[in-house]
């Protein structure tokens, strides 16, 4: 997926930030019908990532909507740290809506740089599988 970007990070204040997903790909991945097995194998990876980084860990980091390959957070584990989209953004792609260009992912109690960067890495990982998960070429 080299020729086109689909998501962005947006920096604030202290360690939080926003990532913009591209909603043409959201859509794709919320086409996407995957089974729990690749659900599954996706949160192992997210899992081996987190355990380089930090000790605290949880069993799902990927919450998929639905069995779509579309991610609605991605969590730590321990101390509520999460990046999330929220309800309102699901519900317009399930609608197709063409409202806007991008589908924003939050984060939530991000205190440490780590934590910051361990989200970041792991969005990336899930979005590095874009062409698998929606057979896009």
Same mark, same amino acid.
Request: hydrophobic share 40%; no cysteine; aromatic share 10%.
């Given at each position: 997926?080299?020729?086109?970007?689909?998501?962005?990070?947006?920096?604030?204040? $202290?360690?939080?930030?926003?990532?913009?997903? #591209? !909603?043409?790909?959201?859509?794709?991945?919320? +086409?996407? /019908?995957?089974?729990? $097995?690749?659900? !599954? *194998?996706?949160?192992? =990876?997210? !899992? $081996?990532?987190? &355990? !380089? +980084?930090? *000790?605290?860990?949880?069993?799902?980091?990927?919450?998929? @909507?639905?069995?779509?390959?579309?991610?609605?957070?991605?969590?730590?584990? #321990?101390?509520?740290?999460?990046?999330?989209?929220?309800?309102?953004?699901?519900?317009?792609? =399930? /609608?197709?809506? +063409?409202?806007?260009? @991008?589908?924003?992912?939050?984060?939530?109690?991000? #205190?440490? &740089?780590? #934590?910051?960067?361990?989200?970041? /890495?792991?969005f990336g990982l899930w979005?590095?599988?874009?062409?698998?998960?929606?057979? /896009?070429?």
């Open positions: 997926m080299a020729e086109k970007i689909i998501w962005q990070p947006e920096f604030s204040a $202290e360690y939080g930030f926003a990532v913009s997903l #591209d !909603k043409d790909a959201a859509i794709d991945f919320i +086409k996407a /019908k995957i089974p729990a $097995e690749l659900q !599954k *194998r996706m949160n192992e =990876l997210a !899992k $081996e990532e987190i &355990l !380089k +980084k930090i *000790r605290r860990i949880s069993p799902n980091p990927y919450i998929f @909507h639905e069995n779509s390959a579309l991610i609605t957070g991605v969590y730590l584990g #321990d101390g509520g740290v999460w990046l999330a989209t929220d309800r309102g953004s699901i519900d317009s792609l =399930l /609608k197709e809506e +063409k409202t806007s260009g @991008h589908i924003k992912y939050h984060s939530h109690n991000v #205190d440490h &740089l780590q #934590d910051a960067f361990i989200l970041l /890495k792991l979005s590095s599988y874009y062409e698998i998960m929606t057979n /896009k070429k």
